[in-house]
T-cell receptor, first 114, second 114 residues
C-alpha cells in the first residue's frame, strides 16, 4: 500500500525567514507529485506538479519554489516568507499513467507566518 | 474564472436525513469528477468519483448524480451520520489532457446534528 508522509506537521515562522517543506511517497514508483495550498476555510489551489525526478512545473508560484530531488521526494521552499504564505500545504500523488487525475493527499503541513 | 462552483457553502441536516451537495462546472471538456471529504486538520480523502459517461454512481450511502447537458452534479448522502460532518470538495478534470489537472470547488461544509 502507498503511504504519503509530510514534514513538518506544523511550523510557526517569521516573515522574511526561509522555509522548506517535505513530502515522501512510499510504495509507489514514479508517481506524479503535486503541491497544493489551502487557506483556512478555503479551496485547494495547485501550486506545482512533477512527473519525474528533476522536473517541476509551476501552476501558481506565490513566491515559492519546488524541487524533486528523488523519485519519492518532493520539496517546497522559499527563501523569504510572506504573511500570505500562511495556510495548509498539501502534497498529493497520482499514478504515472492512466488515472493521473485521481489524486491522493497527504496529511498536510500547517504553516503560520507572523 | 471559477471553473467549479459548489453550493450551498454550508449545510446542516439532522442525523438520518439526506444531505444534498451541489456542484456545477464551466468547461465542457471536463469528464472526470471526484468528490473529496476533508476533516479539520487533515488532508482531503477521495470519497467517490464519476466519469461523464455515467449519470449515476453509488457507493454505500454516497451517490453522485450527473447531468452532462446542464453541466451539473450532486452528491447525495443518505442516512447522514454525525461522523459525516466535514467539508466536501467537488473537483473536475479533463482526462484527455496531458496531466489531468484537478480544478476544485470552494467546498461545502456539512454539519450533521445528532
Amino acid at each position: 500500500a502507498q503511504t504519503i508522509h509530510q514534514w513538518p506537521v506544523a511550523e510557526i515562522k517569521a516573515v522574511g525567514s526561509p522555509l522548506s517543506l517535505g513530502c515522501t511517497i512510499k510504495g509507489k514508483s514514479s508517481p506524479n507529485l503535486y503541491w497544493y495550498w489551502q487557506a483556512t476555510g478555503g479551496t485547494l489551489q495547485q501550486l506545482f506538479y512533477s512527473i519525474t525526478v528533476g522536473q517541476v512545473e509551476s501552476v501558481v508560484q506565490l513566491n515559492l519554489s519546488a524541487s524533486r530531488p528523488k523519485d519519492d521526494q518532493f520539496i517546497l521552499s522559499t527563501e523569504k516568507l510572506l504573511l500570505s504564505h500562511s495556510g495548509f500545504y498539501l502534497c498529493a500523488w497520482s499514478p504515472d499513467w492512466g488515472a493521473q487525475d485521481t489524486q491522493y493527499f497527504g496529511p498536510g503541513t500547517r504553516l503560520l507566518v507572523l | 474564472q471559477q471553473q467549479v462552483r459548489q453550493s450551498p457553502q454550508s449545510l446542516t441536516v439532522w442525523e438520518g436525513e439526506t444531505a444534498i451537495l451541489n456542484c456545477s462546472y464551466e468547461d465542457s471538456t471536463f469528464n472526470y469528477f471526484p468528490w473529496y471529504q476533508q476533516f479539520p486538520g487533515e488532508g482531503p480523502a477521495l470519497l467517490i468519483s464519476i466519469s461523464s459517461v455515467s449519470d449515476k454512481k453509488e457507493d454505500g450511502r454516497f451517490t453522485i448524480f450527473f447531468n452532462k447537458r446542464e453541466k451539473k452534479l450532486s452528491l447525495h448522502i443518505t442516512d447522514s451520520q454525525p461522523g459525516d460532518s466535514a467539508t466536501y470538495f467537488c473537483a473536475a478534470s479533463d482526462r484527455g489532457s496531458a496531466l489531468g489537472r484537478l480544478h476544485f470547488g470552494a467546498g461545502t461544509q456539512l454539519i450533521v446534528i445528532p
